[in-house]
């Protein structure tokens, strides 16, 4: 009982002195005192001394006598490297709970981790995978988009090359890239520009102009007499009085806000190449838009220059220079050299009004569908070319000429268009004379 006592009072002093312990005085009662020291007491206990005790000596017993009951777990657990195996059948459990934590203890974190490092990396290669193909896509798009260009350009190098052929050889709709319900680019009248100004020739001229003419009859006549004023450097008849009234000072403003340049560079280029429309040229040549404006027409800019003409009272020159800055924002290739000389009245090409009168009539010939030339004549051709120098000669109006050759022929136009009140003769029909007896 004593050994009890001192047992109890060396090692449980600190942790045990909240516990009241009844111990009767005797001694069967000693094996139940133990044992309700032993649920009562921490498990841990602190050691205190390094020599062993009574109760931990019967502790230790207990817990012998408890493994020897107790099946090892170890013989019977699958090994690690069996747990890994991907073809080994798992155990099945009654209870899902079970099954859940038996596969969760059975994934390691490593194995998880690598799990899904292995998934990240299956996500990232089929991302991967998946760039190249769009890239693909916008590659072969760019090509595509490169080579639609590239045909445009050469198909409108051939169109443009088929004026040169003989009238007789010329097939009208051989030259147009353009559907018959559109309207005629300005584009046309540009390249075909820059066409005549490399010929020389008279007869080579006059071929171009009456195959250029023919073309637009034959695709969009309704752009014929647009065509004629821009092809004439003209707007509207010289009685009318009506004209652009635009200075190079104006022209050059626009210029430079049209295409972001400045006003001294571009009167440095114009002083060193002598042509203002050469500077347009070179300069949106090396301009990149964004956005790509519609294409110009011929009936957009000629209606626009009308209205450039027409322009008059406050902010006059403000508006002109708007009206000239929307043309040159739109134009391409070679449209703002020859919209600049035709803002200047300066074509330059070599192409005088009498060479297009006589390819009018020419073209209305070939394209005629009302009327046949008379037996009488021989040269259809040059018989056609004199009707219209005489009708413009007494009728300097192509807003009549051109509405009475698309609806009664060239045949019948000495009829339709004579002398009109208010509209005078042109200046060719006058001749020195000495007296009204030579008359």
Known sequence: MLAV?????????NFCAP???????????????????HLSVSPKPRAMSTRPSAFDALMSNARMAAKKKLPSQSQNAPSPSKRKAADSPQPKSENPSDSST???????????????????????????????????????RNSDSKKARTMAAVNVDDKIGQLKKKAADFDPK?????????????????????????????????????????????????????VVYLLANKIAPAHEGLELGIGDASIIKALAEACGGKEAHIKSQYKELGDLGLVAKAIRSSQTMMHQPAPLTVAHVFDTFRL?????????????KNYMKLLLVAAKDCEPLFLIRLLQTKLRVGLAEQT???????????????????????SPLEEAAKIVKQVYSVLPVYDKIILALLSDGVWNLPK????????????????????????
């Open 308 to 320: 450039i003409a027409k322009a008059s009272g406050k902010d006059s020159q403000e508006k002109k």
């Open 416 to 439: 339709t268009c004579t002398f009109s009140p208010g509209v005078p003769i042109g200046p060719m029909l006058a001749k020195p004379t000495r007296g009204y007896q030579t008359f």
């Open 102 to 140: 038996q596969v969760t203890h059975l994934q390691s974190p490593e194995k998880a981790i690598e799990s899904n490092e292995n998934s990240e990396e299956i996500d990232t290669k089929s991302v991967a995978a998946e760039k190249p193909e769009s890239h693909v896509t916008t590659k072969s």
């Open 19 to 37: 516990l009241k312990l009844s111990i009767s005085s005797s001694v069967s009662h000693s094996k139940f005192i133990l044992l309700k020291l």
């Open 356 to 378: 297009l009168l006589v390819a009018l009539g020419q073209a209305a010939v070939y394209a005629e569908k009302h009327s046949t030339p008379p037996s009488n004549i021989q």
């Open 174 to 226: 051989s030259a147009a890239w353009w559907e018959g319900a559109e309207r005629v680019p300005f584009l046309f009248i540009a390249r075909a520009f820059d066409l005549i100004s490399k010929e020389t020739g008279r007869i080579v001229i006059t071929d171009i102009v009456c195959n250029v003419l023919r073309t637009v009859i034959a695709t969009t006549p309704d752009d014929l007499l647009a």
């Open 5 to 13: 006592r001192s047992c109890l009072s060396f090692r449980y002093t």
